[in-house]
C-alpha cells in the first residue's frame, strides 16, 4: 500500500524516493522521502520508464541518455479464442497455461489455458512474436506527464501471423473449432517490455547511464521483445545475473 511518486539525485550523490501510504481505497494517509546510496527500479515496463522520465524532465535526473523511453514493445501480444465444436460430456477439464504450437519459422508462439465464466469449450490462446515496429515513452510538456507514442499497427505483422497459424490449429481438432479475436480493437498488453534498454539506456549490469548506483532490473530492460517467448525468464536471468 504504498506508491512512488518520484526519484532523483542530491547534491551529495545519495538518491531520494517520494512516497505515497495509501489505505485500501487509495486515499493517502501519508507522504514519506526515503533517502539512499543504491536505488533499483524494479517497476516493470510501464512505471519504469514513467519515473525515469518524469525525473529527467524535471532536472531531478538530469543526465540521463536519450535512449531513457525507447525501444518500447508488447512482445506483440495477441489474445484470442479458439471455441471447440464439442467436448467429453465426463471428467474433469481444465489446467495450468501450457505450451500450444509455435510457427515454422519460429516468428510465433502460441500458449492457452481455459477460460472461466465461457465454459470448458472455449480456450484463451495467447500469440506472441516480433514487433514490426517499437514505441518510445516521451515526455509531453503539453500535460506534464509521461506519453506513450505506440499504436496498434506496430504489432499487425505478428497479429496476422498469429490468427493463420490459430486457423491451422483450429483445422486440426477433430470436432472443429473457430477463432475469435474479441481484442481486435482493443489490444490487451500482456508483457509490456522496454523504456530502459539493457546497453543503450544502461550498461551491462543494468546501471543507467549517467548515474552510478541507480539500476534498472525489470521488464524495461527488454527492447520490446524477447523474440517470441513467454519474457518472464529471459527477465529473471538477466536481473540475476
Request: charge should be positive.
Amino acid at each position: 500500500m504504498h506508491e512512488v511518486t518520484g526519484i532523483g539525485q542530491r547534491r551529495n550523490g545519495r538518491y531520494h524516493v517520494a512516497v505515497e501510504r495509501l489505505d485500501v481505497r487509495g486515499a493517502v494517509l501519508e507522504h514519506i522521502r526515503i533517502t539512499c546510496d543504491r536505488l533499483i527500479l524494479a517497476a516493470g515496463g510501464v512505471h519504469t520508464p514513467r519515473l525515469l522520465l518524469a525525473a529527467k524532465a524535471s532536472g531531478a535526473l538530469p543526465h540521463l541518455n536519450e535512449f531513457v523511453g525507447s525501444q518500447w514493445g508488447t512482445n506483440t501480444d495477441q489474445i484470442q479464442l479458439l471455441r471447440v465444436g464439442s467436448m467429453p460430456g465426463e471428467g474433469a477439464h481444465g489446467g495450468p497455461p501450457a505450451f500450444l504450437t509455435r510457427s515454422r519459422d519460429g516468428l510465433v508462439t502460441l500458449t492457452h489455458t481455459g477460460v472461466g465464466g465461457l465454459g470448458k469449450s472455449w480456450m484463451l490462446c495467447l500469440g506472441m512474436g516480433i514487433p514490426d515496429r517499437f514505441g518510445r515513452w516521451t515526455w509531453s510538456a503539453a500535460a506534464d506527464a509521461p506519453r506513450l507514442e505506440w499504436t496498434p499497427r506496430s504489432d499487425a505483422g505478428t497479429r496476422r501471423a498469429t490468427t493463420e497459424h490459430l486457423r491451422r490449429v483450429a483445422g486440426h481438432v477433430p470436432s472443429g473449432a473457430t477463432v475469435h479475436d474479441p481484442f481486435g480493437a482493443h489490444p490487451l498488453v500482456v508483457h509490456p517490455l522496454g523504456g530502459a534498454v539493457l546497453g543503450k539506456a544502461t550498461d551491462g549490469q543494468g546501471r543507467l547511464h549517467g548515474y552510478d548506483g541507480l539500476y534498472c532490473l525489470d521488464a524495461a530492460l527488454m527492447p520490446g521483445s524477447t523474440a517470441a517467448v513467454n519474457p518472464a525468464i529471459t527477465i529473471a536471468a538477466v536481473v540475476e545475473r
